[in-house]
């Protein structure tokens, strides 16, 4: 396979970002003022009013939403209820289910299931005023279908189609995805401006000539589509973000930022 041409948007607002944070808990009014300090947020939308975003925004922070896109969770009563049999993902007529996140791995080939996703993304995302979508699970494509082939490129297919249709109805929405390397560089790269790697550890990476594949991969994506790389490391805090800043990725600020759900 080789890359597509062409990009679908121009004028990455993440090209400006030198911070970024992630907070997926309820915010506060003394949260909201430490939101406001860095450049990039990602949060929970649902926890959120369009008064709490414009305030976040007020002194130029870019507001990114998070939308789980490859799994269903049984939490999200609403949404569930809203799904059909064909809209999960099956493997020997089973249903694949994730016990420590308590999900199910959906279909994003399946038009019912991309047209629920863009309700969620209207109401959560450009109803609120969020600058954009934090495409979470985008990695369990090239996880869960990397031994079969056909199957893998359906559900990249899938996902470029979804994230063209994000595009069209919305144009101004910023997207980044989590993970999903392959479906970044051979399909969706067109329609998103950031990526992100969790688990950027140094003792992992810096090592590891399937990471640096992958690193050389994402450089070339930046220097040819202008596509930027949101990092995060787990242990190694320091060294990670060093390795992470060599190779031109934006590092979350520092290690008291790995809990998502403290300042």
Do not use: C
């Not at 930027?228 to 800043?245: E, F, N, P, R």
């Amino acid at each position: 396979m080789t890359p597509l041409t062409g990009k679908a948007q121009q004028n990455n607002p993440l090209d400006a970002a030198k911070t970024y944070k992630v907070y997926y808990d309820a915010p506060s009014a003394a949260k909201i003022k430490k939101m406001q300090q860095y450049d990039v947020m990602i949060i929970e939308p649902v926890f959120y009013t369009p008064a709490q975003i414009k305030e976040i925004k007020k002194n130029g922070t870019k507001v990114y939403g998070y939308i789980n896109t490859m799994e269903a969770d049984n939490w999200n009563v609403d949404l569930m209820n809203k799904l059909k049999e064909s809209d999960f993902f099956h493997r020997d007529g089973q249903r694949i289910h994730y016990a420590e996140w308590d999900s199910y791995l959906t279909d994003i080939t399946s038009a019912h299931y991309q047209t629920v996703l863009m309700q969620e993304i209207e109401k959560q995302i450009v109803v609120k005023g969020l600058d954009g979508v934090f495409l979470d699970t985008v990695g369990n494509i090239d996880n869960e279908h990397s031994g079969q082939p056909q199957i893998l490129e359906q559900q990249q297919v899938g996902m470029t189609k979804f994230l063209k249709s994000v595009k069209v109805k919305h144009p101004a929405l910023s997207l980044i995805q989590n993970w999903g390397f392959g479906t970044l560089k051979y399909h969706t790269y067109p329609y998103v401006d950031g990526i992100m790697w969790e688990n950027f550890n140094y003792s992992s990476v810096a090592n590891d000539q399937w990471s640096k594949d992958r690193m050389t991969d994402l450089q070339k994506l930046s220097q040819t589509q202008d596509i930027k790389t949101l990092t995060i490391s787990s242990v190694q805090g320091a060294k990670s973000a060093a390795y992470a800043q060599k190779n031109g990725f934006l590092h979350l600020k520092s290690n008291a930022d790995l809990d998502y759900n403290k300042f």
